[in-house]
């Protein structure tokens, strides 16, 4: 094997902090990566022995269900070892510091480390302070990588080449970091897009991003090619930025004669858990038009692609 | 550089590496050809592309790409790797891989693993268009050979493709 006539791998960055930081042809690197892993998990024999010697912590400091399986199964479809660790019933609950968690599970012998986190910004701040390389499952409000690396692969196995086509992000924006990690990896890839919603959950200023808002959601859905409907994030929201939920529905919530009114199909997205009736209806989310379980389907893929494109660039801790 | 085999003796070559196969296998019927990916499936192509217009049949033919299987995974730069496209069961069938130069043998260790998980086939041939004498670094060794050649480490043999190099030749590199 001295012959290496592959194409060599050089993704720009030692970590997947947020897309903001990746380039266009990281990005085309990973998907590209993604194909071959689909391809994987379609055999009778859904692994590869390529990561087994590397060792991934999947740290979550905040709830996740789908995102958190869907990293520990791409982990173990390319035989990687894991350990999982959430703060609850942790030594965080006793006032451990966050770089000394980390540093205490790397000590073990650690390549890898996939954390979630409620604070904007945590896997910027752990990137400086220790070697692994790091994958950000969601921080804060911030950014949510992964998840947009699997919204723009399943529109360009849909649609293609996405230069030029219209993206609607409807709903939530202010609170979401599926929303802003969407719009930097669209926008690298040259798709027009627009954010819909209550002028409460749009943040201030988000045009300088490049995307224009839009306040009529049925507006919105005559324009796009894919709307990709984000859920309402109760959780996150401190005081009341719409009246009732029931409101919500009636004002910004989708259903199949919205849908059927538009005389074109488009694509219906949504990164999960959907609040049914709230955001998206059952006769919507489970159409033909929905993407939605494809979504969670290439999010194994996309997961298996960032991990082995980034295992090469570990530094090894000692 | 040194020419190992122009286009005239490359194509003597192809001829008679295919004509050994059909003598092997006579019916086709439950072999399957599979070339390794990026630079084999150019030998391969050739090779199935002359088997069917010598015996007519329809050969299940596949291309296999082996990134995820290498033992060098983390020794060098990350790869990005090619497609692996095979759309046919290969339970119990006769399967020849197929790749233009032998060398160390260990891209046919991680061949042989990748091609395992697709399936358990009845006996697995290896097929190359150069073997590279005294270089091995694997128990490995081919069935069908092209040309023998005995080269030294530094030395690099480039097997051209009129379709990818706008000529068919095999040349040593010093």
Sequence with gaps: MNFKFSIRMSLSVKHLLGIKELNTQDIETIFRTADNFKQVLQRPIKKVPTLRDTTIADIFFENSTRTRISFELAEKRLSADTINFSSSGSSVSKGETLIDTVNNILAMKVDMVVMRHSASGAPWFLAKHINASIINAGDGTNEHPTHALLDAYSMSEKLGDLKGKRIAIIGDIMHSRVALSNIFCLKKLGAEVTVAGPPTLIPKHIESLGVTVQYDVKKALQWCDVANILRIQLERQHKPLFSTLREYALFYGINKSILEGLQKDILIMHPGPINRGVELNSDVADSKQSIILDQVENGVAIRMAVIYLLSGKADVVE | ?174
């Design chain 2, 1 to 174: 550089m040194k020419t190992l085999l122009d286009t005239h003796q490359l194509n003597i070559t192809l001829q008679r590496l295919a004509h050994q196969l059909i003598e092997n296998h006579l019916d086709f019927s439950a072999s399957a050809i599979i070339g390794l990916q990026p630079r084999g499936i150019w030998f391969s192509n050739r090779i199935a592309q002359i088997v069917k217009e010598i015996t007519s049949e329809n050969i299940p033919y596949g291309k296999l790409d082996i990134t995820f299987y290498r033992d060098d995974v983390h020794t060098g730069d990350i790869l990005v790797p090619s497609h692996t496209d095979i759309n046919f069961s290969i339970e119990d069938r006769r399967v020849i891989l197929i790749d233009d130069v032998l060398h160390t043998g260990r891209t046919i260790r991680a061949a042989m693993d990748a091609l395992i998980d697709f399936g358990r086939p009845r006996n697995v041939e290896l097929m190359v268009l150069i073997d590279r004498h005294y270089s091995r670094e694997l128990p490995i060794q081919p069935d069908y050979v092209g040309q023998t050649v005995d080269t030294i480490i530094t030395q690099k043999v480039k097997v051209n493709w009129k379709e990818n190099d706008g000529i068919d030749e095999v040349v040593l590199i010093d």
